[in-house]
């Protein structure tokens, strides 16, 4: 099992915090946001994690080389002008035909989210927190099998299913299409500013995925009353 963590943003409703270090370092009680995320691979057995880093890279990979050497690092250098997805596309060729792990590099969460996910009865799956409903998560939609049909942040609340956290895991099979897929969007049709979550959501149809229920905490650190919130409850 392979890692990808998407960590080329600006991070820009952190600043000042964000001004001199990359969005994945801000501290949440002493411990970057990246750190936990690595951590959590590592005590599950996975090692080769590829991290694509963008704003702030050089800073990001100064600390990774100290704490975690083995830790591969690609570079977004239109980190400015493009989106995840496009992050993504930058390791198609490692990580093409190959099971991994996906997260964006902003989410702070227990050990035992990744535990859960790694079970073999998730094939291909994407971590949810079922009942839970807000504007700014992406939502999931599943059908009456299980099946999530659907992935958007537009989801009604009365067709939602539950909030994703933004961890996905892929079989060998799914990452093909993933790839091949996020390949089109952005090599034929230019698309370089669109969401991971895009071409996840345009593969839904061919490729079965199911929802993993959440087993642990978990924020999203986009702001700094995210980060208040994730200090109250990793304490």
């Not at 909030?163 to 090599?187: G, H, M, N, P």
Request: glycine share 6%; with cysteine.
């Amino acid at each position: 099992m392979k890692a990808l963590i998407l960590a080329a943003g600006m991070g820009t409703r952190l600043r000042p915090l964000t001004d001199k270090i990359p969005k994945c370092l801000v501290p949440v009680n002493g411990v970057p946001i990246i750190a936990k995320q690595i951590e959590n691979l590592v005590d599950n057995g996975i090692r080769e994690i590829y991290i694509v880093s963008g704003y702030k890279s050089d800073i990001l990979e100064s600390v990774l080389k100290g704490s975690y050497p083995f830790v591969n690092i690609v570079l977004n250098a239109n980190y400015g002008e493009t989106n995840n997805m496009y992050s993504a596309y930058l390791t198609r060729d490692v990580l093409y035909g190959n099971e991994f792990i996906l997260m964006n590099g902003d989410v702070f969460f227990d050990e035992s989210v990744i535990s859960e996910l790694l079970k073999p009865m998730y094939l291909n799956s994407i971590v949810v927190e079922k009942g839970v409903y807000n504007d700014e998560s992406m939502k999931v939609r599943v059908d009456n099998t299980n099946r999530i049909v659907e992935i958007s942040k537009k989801i009604p609340e009365i067709l939602a299913y539950g909030v994703s956290i933004d961890v996905y895991k892929f079989s060998a099979e799914a990452s093909k299409s993933f790839f091949e897929r996020i390949r089109e969007i952005v090599e034929v049709h230019g698309r370089l500013n669109e969401w991971t979550e895009v071409a996840l959501n345009e593969i839904l149809s061919k490729v079965k995925f199911e929802p993993c229920p959440l087993k642990g905490r978990w924020v999203e650190i986009d702001n700094y009353e995210d980060l208040k919130f994730a200090e109250e409850i990793f304490k």
